[in-house]
């Protein structure tokens, strides 16, 4: 899906001027007959959603901005979704009336 959406913006010549973010909200799933070590979906970590290990809540996050992160790119920051209302205000010039979060 996140191929489509890339092809969807370059078609409407938005590709190079908008940034796309593509998280997950929890760790693998382990339900409804899947398991999550088929495709070593927590990679290192133990764990799967819903459990207190690392593997049920630590996800990527991925994040294309043109001119601005190198393709391929990598960081050690961990942030999490309540930084997300911030750095998207951040941004875009605009104010939260309050926010925990933080931008990144």
Do not use: C
């Not at 001027?17 to 070593?40: L, M």
């Not at 290990?53 to 992160?69: A, S």
């Amino acid at each position: 899906f996140v191929g489509r959406i890339l092809s969807t913006l370059r078609a409407q010549q938005l590709d190079e001027s908008t940034i796309v973010f593509f998280a997950s909200d929890n760790g693998a799933s382990n339900e409804g007959n899947q398991d999550y070590r088929f495709f070593a979906s927590s990679g290192a970590l133990s764990g799967y959603k819903r459990s207190l290990k690392e593997g049920g809540h630590r996800t990527p996050l991925i994040v294309r901005w043109p001119h601005q992160i190198a393709p391929g790119s990598v960081s050690e920051y961990q942030w999490t979704f309540y930084d997300f209302l911030a750095t998207v205000a951040d941004l875009s010039n605009a104010s939260v009336p309050y926010n925990d979060g933080e931008s990144m």
